[in-house]
């Protein structure tokens, strides 16, 4: 079964440092999302993206966040200069279209000391 | 600003029995809810969904009723099985600042389901 996959599952950074967090969507999905989970805290949505282009974005996804298809099959999410603030489970999600389902990567979880 | 309510944080059932679990809504542009399961260090899994133009969507055990006029859904879980243990995440969309419609999934805080066998 067709899976959304994500790199590395942990990173640890240090604060300030530029980070990028990978994903693979599921091969026939259009659009691409991410979202994170703070400890303790809801899963909360930061962007969405579809035809190389941010569709919707939340007040969290700043001008230290960007996301990027750089080739076919890649969907990543850079943080520029990372905060404490930052640390979180962050889920790439993905879905056929626009209001299908979307199934979630396993998660990256960033660790900002 | 808690769009989406899961008052239950945890809730226990013994095997064979039915799971329910509840979520409220205030937003009443969502017309799109979707229930997740999520275990420890993994993804959220979807597990069913159900349109506003619906008031029930049945898969397998797993069952989510939709009351569009109290801004509550539920999903039933029959016969609950030690298996289903897990973290359920309740989810909304089709609110949009643009008008043009959002497709971002806002969550509940999830309800804790143990499944006692």
């Known amino acids: 079964e067709p899976e959304v996959t994500q790199t590395p599952s942990h990173q640890v950074t240090q604060m300030g440092q530029e980070v990028i967090l990978r994903c693979v969507p599921i091969?026939?999905?259009?659009?691409f999302y991410w979202y994170r989970q703070i400890l303790g805290q809801k899963v909360e949505f930061l962007v969405s993206?579809?035809?190389?282009?941010?569709?919707?974005k939340s007040e969290i996804f700043d001008d230290q966040f960007s996301v990027e298809r750089p080739d076919g099959s890649n969907f990543t999410l850079k943080i520029r200069s990372t905060k404490l603030e930052d640390s979180a489970m962050y889920f790439c999600?993905?879905?056929?279209?626009?209001?299908?389902?979307?199934?979630f990567g396993p998660g990256t979880r960033l660790t900002v000391t | 600003d808690q769009q989406v309510k899961q008052n239950s944080p945890s809730l226990s059932v013994q095997e064979g029995r039915i799971s329910i679990l509840n979520c409220d809504y205030t937003?009443?542009?969502?017309?799109?809810f979707l229930w997740y399961k999520k275990y420890p260090a993994e993804g959220p899994t979807f597990l069913i969904s159900i349109s506003s133009i619906k008031d029930k969507n049945e898969d397998g055990r797993f069952t989510v009723f939709l009351n569009k006029s109290a801004k509550h859904l539920s999903l039933h879980i029959v016969p609950s099985q030690p298996g289903d243990s897990a973290v359920y995440f309740c989810?909304?969309?089709?609110?949009?600042?643009?008008?043009?419609?959002?497709?971002?999934?806002?969550f509940g805080k999830g309800t804790k389901l143990s499944v006692i066998p």
């Open positions: 091969s026939n999905h259009l659009y």
């Open positions: 999600a993905s879905s056929e279209f626009r209001d299908y389902e979307q199934y």
């Open positions: 993206f579809y035809n190389n282009e941010i569709s919707e």
């Open positions: 937003n009443s542009m969502f017309d799109y």
């Open positions: 989810a909304a969309s089709g609110a949009g600042r643009s008008g043009a419609g959002s497709y971002q999934l806002t």
